[in-house]
């Protein structure tokens, strides 16, 4: 939904000035953003919706993007082996060419200029393809390296791989975690980095790749082999949502599940789809989630600073403190009524909190928290109104170009002649072909003037089982001359319509003119 000068803009230019005036003095108090991540800028809020691709190697993160915007981008490099060594963002720009880490986080119209904390082991590790695409026109994709198993390569990348992609995950619209069919194992970097995408749940989304080159018995037992080990590290109660093919242009080698892989594919692209759509409420939501972390964080540092003594045994009180910090947030919680899931990872707060000076901590400032509060309960509800009323105003956005157009239209379109579209292209009327077996039944039902009630046609359709719902969805397209009855033609149409339920596709909204009965065409 949002380009620069909107919605997004506004906020960054409204409500967010509270972040840039007050991030000063919230650094000056508690130190928010030497222990969470850094203030944000207007940058983040102005460019479009972000789509991070987190993967072991060779499990087609690449081939992915490539597969997405149907054209190779500049330092794009596929391989079996581990290729990809650096976290490439693909982007729009006029013309294609790289941008190099160091001059992309000095660069104001990005969103990248605090990753320079991480230093020039990542910096070097880091570029922007460029590329004049259609699809990112809507949305830019990071690339990142595939994750190794083992000490040794955990080591030798030479910055915190697991806090970087942290980073990236607060601030993108979508995560996607590749699999390879083939090779489910998770390392236990892989593992790490999943459990650093904490408290962004709701961005998951896992794709299972290369789905095409083994057979369906044994697809199934690697999608459940997948569900049981996302379960473990994943701790939510609700199930992720697995997308299953092959994404690439390839040839299908086991062609046995094309119409699973095709419907995956479009649930997946719609997914995508809609991420322009409701760019502007995921940075609305981010930033509660922020907001809400500060005021958690202020209680925290205010909390160990009143436990602090004056002047000896320092250092011994501070052991104490982290070694308790699960007890202090647990009176936190009692007596301020916040919730469990608002409070930063004890671990990484223990880890943080030893090598902070206890006594440079401030007192509480119920001022500053009064603050957020006004924020949360006025200036985000004003937004969200704003936002609403933009998105109204505008026309409906959705990613274009690439593969989402390969099968938008044309016969090659998802579901084009199959279900309720079978006989679309037909000069006969599709039915016809079976109205002979329905017609024994039809007159079997006593007919008046060459029609039957409905009470005589529904003896007949709850036959098939399905609910009365469904059934009256059918009884509505199928009486075409809304007369209350049907003919030979309209009871024939309604067991087609019955058929085509059965066989496990959606009725259409409307009846598609391939089906209107041959007699009734002269009356539409």
Not at 431 to 457: Q, R, W
Request: charged share 30%; with cysteine; hydrophobic share 40%.
């Amino acid at each position: 939904m949002e380009q620069p000068g909107t919605a997004a803009s506004r906020v960054s230019g409204s409500m967010f000035s509270w972040v840039s005036k007050d991030a000063r003095r919230k650094k000056e108090h508690y130190r928010f953003h030497e222990f969470h991540s850094p203030a944000l800028e207007d940058a983040d809020f102005d460019n479009k919706p972000m789509v991070l691709l987190v993967g072991q190697y060779s499990t087609g993160k690449t081939t992915f993007i490539r597969h997405l915007i149907e054209q190779d981008f500049p330092g794009m490099r596929i391989g079996p082996e581990p290729t990809t060594d650096s976290f490439i963002a693909v982007m729009h720009g006029p013309t294609e060419g790289m941008v190099p880490g160091n001059a992309l986080v000095v660069d104001p119209r990005r969103p990248f200029r605090k990753l320079n904390a991480f230093g020039n082991a990542f910096l070097n590790r880091f570029m922007c393809a460029q590329l004049p695409s259609p699809v990112l026109d809507s949305i830019s994709i990071i690339d990142t390296p595939g994750i190794l198993s083992g000490e040794k390569q955990r080591i030798s990348r030479g910055y915190d791989f697991a806090a970087v992609l942290e980073w990236f995950a607060e601030r993108v619209d979508r995560i996607i975690l590749l699999f390879d069919a083939h090779k489910l194992d998770i390392s236990d970097e892989f593992s790490e980095v999943i459990k650093a995408l904490k408290n962004h749940e709701d961005k998951i989304r896992v794709v299972l790749n290369k789905a095409d080159q083994i057979e369906t018995q044994q697809l199934m037992r690697v999608y459940g082999a997948l569900m049981w080990s996302l379960g473990k590290i994943i701790n939510t109660p609700e199930v992720v949502r697995v997308y299953i093919g092959s994404f690439w242009s390839h040839p299908l080698l086991i062609p046995d599940n094309r119409k699973l892989f095709e419907a995956e594919e479009q649930d997946l692209f719609k997914d995508i789809q809609s991420l322009p759509r409701n760019a502007a409420l995921r940075k609305l939501n981010d930033l509660i989630k922020r907001a809400r972390l500060a005021k958690v964080h202020a209680y925290i540092i205010s909390s160990l600073k009143k436990e602090m003594p004056n002047v000896f045994g320092k250092e011994s009180k501070k052991k104490e403190l982290v070694n308790n910090l699960g007890e202090i947030y647990a009176k936190i919680e009692r007596e301020h009524q916040i919730s469990a899931g608002d409070f930063p990872s004890l671990r990484k707060m223990q880890e943080l909190l030893q090598t902070q000076d206890f006594s440079k901590f401030q007192a509480l400032k119920p001022k500053l928290l009064d603050t957020v509060d006004d924020m949360l309960a006025n200036d985000i509800a004003r937004l969200m109104v704003m936002v609403r009323q933009e998105e109204s105003l505008m026309p409906s956005q959705a990613v274009k170009g690439g593969a989402f157009d390969g099968t938008m239209n044309g016969p090659f379109g998802h579901g084009y002649g199959e279900g309720a579209g079978e006989g679309i292209d037909d000069i006969e009327w599709v039915v016809g072909k079976d109205k002979p077996t329905y017609d024994e039944i039809f007159y079997t039902l006593s007919p008046v003037n060459g029609k039957i009630t409905g009470a005589n046609a529904k003896k007949e359709m709850v036959k098939s089982k399905l609910p009365n719902t469904v059934l009256g969805k059918i009884w509505k397209l199928a009486d075409v001359d809304k007369d209350g009855l049907l003919d030979d033609e309209e009871f024939a149409l309604a067991n087609h319509l019955i058929k085509v339920k059965l066989e496990g596709h959606e009725l259409p909204t409307d009846l598609p003119p391939h089906l209107i009965p041959p007699s009734k065409r002269r009356l539409e």
